[in-house]
């Protein structure tokens, strides 16, 4: 039974626009039902513990699949989303898997947070797979190869498009743009229209670029670790 932990945002501010942000649901949801109907153990984290802020947006009917759906009638995940870990309290070597979900609040705390960065590189260094989806590959920002070089530097690498973050309005709110952040760190960044399922797998290291992404990423996660 693979273990898999999945790190969420502990970010609930939508930059200075007095806006709530947070983690996307489908990113989380899809998932996480993915992982549990695969049979595998699913631990949450995030920063600060406790209950991550969920983007309301990603909470209105248009946003809604069966795997929110489905969330919205589990008590038990969403008790176990209530009551994530603190980052410092995981140990990495514990996990044979990490997935980041997306939604705008890792772009503000997990990019730059130490232990999570500290998880990437330590994951990977072990020969474990690793997946983020639509913003969240923005958490590989900071983090490093073993040579010291910027991790995603000569990757296959995918994440939130430019073009998906003008159609958000906040192209001017958020603190980088994922697609900009990858590519100027070396990544070999690919994407597809605006919306559309895009997975990428370089190794161990596995990236979406939207909300669609966040199913076949999830199954991605799994196959890398057969």
């Not at 549990?36 to 969920?54: F, N, R």
């Not at 983007?55 to 009638?73: L, N, V, Y």
């Not at 070999?188 to 190794?203: E, I, N, S």
């Amino acid at each position: 039974m693979p273990r898999i932990l999945m790190v969420l945002t502990s970010h609930g501010e939508l930059g200075d626009t007095g806006k709530k942000t947070g983690f996307w649901l489908e990113e989380f949801a899809a998932p996480y039902y993915v992982f549990k109907d695969a049979g595998a153990s699913v631990t949450l984290a995030s920063p600060q513990g406790g209950q991550p802020p969920l983007d309301p947006k990603s909470d209105a009917p248009d946003a809604q699949t069966d795997a929110t759906r489905r969330f919205k009638g589990d008590a038990a995940a969403q008790a176990e989303l209530a009551a994530t870990l603190k980052l410092s309290e995981v140990d990495a070597a514990q996990f044979d898997a990490v997935f980041y979900p997306g939604g705008h609040g890792p772009l503000w705390d997990l990019a730059g947070d130490g232990r999570s960065i500290a998880l990437i590189e330590s994951t990977l260094a072990a020969g474990k797979p690793l997946a983020a989806v639509c913003h969240a590959p923005g958490v590989l920002r900071d983090a490093k190869a073993p040579d010291g070089k910027p991790l995603v530097r000569g990757k296959n690498v995918t994440g939130f498009t430019n073009s998906e973050e003008a159609a958000a309005g906040l192209t001017h709110v958020v603190p980088f743009l994922v697609e900009d952040m990858l590519m100027s760190h070396g990544g070999l960044y690919t994407k597809q229209a605006d919306w559309k399922p895009h997975v990428v797998a370089d190794g161990l290291l596995i990236t979406g670029q939207n909300p669609a992404s966040s199913e076949p990423a999830a199954r991605a996660l799994l196959q890398a670790l057969e």
